[in-house]
């Protein structure tokens, strides 16, 4: 398996300001992902963030609201720019390799609050 | 475009009991990965089974059991003596495997389940 891990766990957001948050994997990947998750309710994907190009955004999601970087294998961003109390939700980091029947696995997610 | 939907908002079972959580997908492809994940209150989101479209054997992973009905496209969960443990909420997903590197996960809506004492 692959354990994922997200900084921050959660935070409080001024509106207008943006929160960058880290995905740690302990081993290599083939693909990352990004997710939003509102509280009791299923997982909507922002992107796939592409080792060394451009993200691939999901409608309704742009790269100026949300940049993502993905330097490496392991390490991928999110940047939520610009909040707004519409932003506040459960941020997902996911990531999937070959192999192992292509298993996803998912971070523990930052959970974002802004007032 | 394919869609997962769990028509159970919530469900409860009393603890050493069966309770079975419903699935249903629209899909025009033949290939493709199901799975039911497990995402308890600490939020971590856990693999609980899978099943490749291909085999006609439903898959079963100690206690959780799969009733996968491909022309009916229906993939229900079975959870066997039902622990506390259980309680979370319970995501079925698809992905298409044609392109097994680049396919992404399609989510239901979730069903929460409720373990008794």
């Known amino acids: 398996s692959a354990v994922i891990s997200q900084k921050p766990s959660r935070d409080i957001c001024q509106r207008g300001t943006s929160l960058t948050i880290q995905c740690q994997v302990d081993?290599?990947?083939?693909?990352m992902f990004w997710y939003r998750q509102q509280p009791g309710q299923s997982l909507t994907l922002i992107a796939t963030?592409?080792?060394?190009?451009?993200?691939?955004?999901e409608s309704g999601f742009v790269i100026d609201k949300f940049p993502i970087s993905r330097p490496n294998l392991t390490f991928s961003t999110l940047t939520v720019s610009n909040m707004s109390p519409e932003d506040s939700s459960i941020y997902l980091c996911?990531?999937?390799?070959?192999?192992?029947?292509?298993?996803?696995?998912f971070g523990p997610g930052t959970r974002l609050t802004v007032l | 475009a394919q869609t997962v939907t769990q028509s159970q908002p919530e469900m409860s079972v009393q603890e050493a009991e069966t309770v079975t959580l419903s699935c249903t997908y629209d899909?025009?492809?033949?290939?493709?990965?199901l799975f039911w994940y497990k995402q308890p209150p600490s939020r971590q989101m856990i693999l609980v089974i899978r099943?490749?479209?291909?085999?006609?054997q439903n898959a079963t992973e100690n206690r959780f059991s799969v009733n996968f009905q491909k022309a009916a496209k229906s993939f229900s969960l079975k959870i066997s003596d039902s622990q506390l443990g259980d309680a979370a909420m319970y995501f079925c997903?698809?992905?298409?495997?044609?392109?097994?590197?680049?396919?992404?996960?399609?989510f239901g809506q979730g069903t929460t389940l409720q373990v008794k004492p």
């Open positions: 996911s990531a999937r390799r070959q192999g192992f029947y292509n298993e996803q696995f």
């Open positions: 081993s290599q990947v083939t693909m």
């Open positions: 963030a592409n080792q060394g190009s451009e993200a691939t955004y």
């Open positions: 899909t025009s492809e033949s290939d493709y990965y």
């Open positions: 099943q490749e479209a291909y085999k006609q």
């Open positions: 997903a698809y992905r298409t495997s044609r392109s097994s590197n680049t396919g992404k996960l399609i």
